[in-house]
């Protein structure tokens, strides 16, 4: 019963901030590391961040970094997703998933396992 709810998506101004949240439910939250994909119309679903389940260090993909910061609340079983700056192609898809108790990069989506509906983030100029 493994169950991943996004929110906080919505219409955002170029320059914005947005937080997504994604509530986890179904398993020990802890004891997995969890990482926000997206994907806009046409194009693959890209890696966006993800935090280390053992230390909670954090990887960003290249165009986010100093823009958005990837959280966790273990008492809440939600990861967030900070968003500041906001640019007109982050208007994505945005998923939320966790991250499989196996090595694997954390950077590739073929390494997550459980997958939320995703939440919209559109962005205009």
């Known amino acids: 019963q493994v169950q991943l709810v996004e929110s906080g998506g919505g219409l955002v101004q170029a320059g914005g901030s947005l937080r997504l949240s994604c509530a986890a439910s179904?398993?020990?939250?802890?004891?997995?590391?969890m990482g926000w994909f997206r994907q806009a119309p046409g194009k693959e679903r890209e890696f966006v961040a993800s935090?280390?389940?053992?230390?909670?260090?954090?990887f960003y993909q290249d165009s986010v970094k100093g823009r958005f910061t990837i959280s966790r609340d273990t008492a809440k079983n939600t990861v967030y997703l900070q968003m500041n700056s906001l640019k007109p192609e982050d208007t994505a898809v945005y998923y939320c998933a966790r991250k499989m108790n196996a090595p694997g990069d954390y950077e590739d989506r073929s390494a997550y396992d459980a997958w939320g509906q995703g939440t919209q983030v559109t962005v205009s100029s």
């Open positions: 179904g398993f020990t939250f802890s004891f997995y590391g």
């Open positions: 935090i280390r389940w053992s230390d909670e260090h954090t």
